[in-house]
């Protein structure tokens, strides 16, 4: 199989990954629970985690790591932990459900006030967008786009944020670490991000980095392996958030993934410029219709005429390559480019894809075109 779907979940995985997903299964144990020797080595695996990523993000003791699900829960422990009501929200139609879905919910409810600037399918006019901003108490916004590929500037944005005194949210899904952050450089308060993308881990992890001072509510409350004589949920971080037991193995992974994403991400970064450009030239020349300009996080998305994208890519299995086609929980996006109905193929390349996997997928592509004339 061409696997061409990255964007939705990584399929290389490096081989610390592996082992520390092994690891775990052969030495299970309940971090912050028990006193023995292997849950102690859990929760350290956890911790060295945590600093790991304040360090490559550009954190540092200001601010906590908390681990989730992934990153849709660490967007809706961002969104619904910050809102106490009366806010006023700007986001962007380049976002993702994981954003759109909670902050429609609370305008519905009449908690905030919410403005969404329009890209018309492309990328943040910085012009109206500083404009709007001036009205915002929270600013939440995505790296990059999961459909188009489209990057937002976001150390521009931070900038803004901090002009007009606003909380800056930001999704790494599509952006880290591929697009080079800083969370205190850039003035994030709050970033979410998965395991299981660009930072090469397994599904089932994700977490939120949060400066200190800002104020959260929990989404979940239960046991903490702390303050056990007391019937409240604990304050402080990362306790008050991490109810429940720990994916102390995909936390693991986790760390291993992202030791290598970071230190492999200037080659990648390059790699997709490349692989993106040829892609991008050759569906071109066949006849497509192209939605991605930029190259950087690797996402292509296109269609061939009017035909279904959902098809596209049952065709395209036929060729044995993956890809994704539809709304891609994006339904903004497909409202600018006016693909509501017929959604659009998106290839997502990987850092195991090569030159001769672009020109075979390219190929792919023109015999299914000729296929549907």
Wanted: glycine share 10%; net charge neutral; aromatic share 8%.
């Amino acid at each position: 199989m061409l696997y061409l779907d990255n964007a939705a979940t990584s399929r290389f995985k490096p081989q610390g990954v592996i082992d520390a997903v092994n690891h775990d299964l052969r030495n299970s144990a309940n971090s912050g629970r028990s006193g023995h020797s292997d849950a102690i080595s859990a929760g350290m695996r956890i911790e060295n985690c945590r600093y790991y990523l304040k360090s490559a993000l550009g954190a540092d003791d200001g601010y906590q790591v908390i681990f989730t699900k992934n990153c849709t829960e660490a967007l809706n422990l961002a969104i619904f932990g910050l809102i106490k009501g009366g806010e006023r929200v700007l986001t962007t139609s380049n976002e993702h459900n994981s954003v759109l879905r909670p902050l429609y919910e609370l305008e519905r409810q009449g908690k905030i006030c919410l403005t969404i600037h329009n890209t018309l399918g492309q990328s943040i006019d910085m012009a109206l967008f500083t404009q709007q901003a001036e009205q915002a108490d929270v600013i939440i916004v995505g790296g990059a786009c999961n459909v188009t590929g489209y990057t937002a500037d976001l150390k521009e944005i931070g900038k803004i944020a901090k002009t007009v005194n606003a909380v800056l949210i930001v999704d790494g899904a599509q952006s880290v670490p591929i697009i080079p952050i800083d969370i205190k450089e850039y003035g994030i308060d709050m970033l979410a991000c998965p395991g299981h993308k660009g930072l090469h881990g397994i599904q089932g992890t994700g977490f939120l980095i949060f400066k200190n001072g800002t104020e959260l509510r929990p989404l979940l409350y239960g046991g903490t392996g702390s303050f056990s004589s007391s019937v409240y949920q604990p304050v402080d971080a990362p306790d008050a958030f991490e109810a429940g037991t720990l994916f102390a193995g995909g936390i693991a992974a986790l760390y291993e993934g992202a030791k290598w994403s970071f230190n492999h991400a200037d080659n990648t970064r390059s790699n997709y410029a490349q692989l993106t450009k040829t892609a991008l030239y050759n569906l071109k020349t066949i006849g497509c219709t192209l939605y991605t300009k930029e190259t950087a996080t690797g996402v292509i998305a296109f269609n061939i005429g009017d035909t279904d994208s959902s098809y596209i890519a049952e065709l395209l299995n036929e060729y044995g390559i993956a890809v994704r086609s539809g709304l891609h929980c994006a339904p903004l996006v497909h409202k600018a480019l006016g693909t509501e109905n017929q959604g659009a193929v998106r290839a997502s390349i990987g850092v195991e894809t090569t030159v001769k996997d672009i020109a075979y997928f390219c190929k792919a592509i023109e015999k299914i075109k000729r296929k549907l004339k």
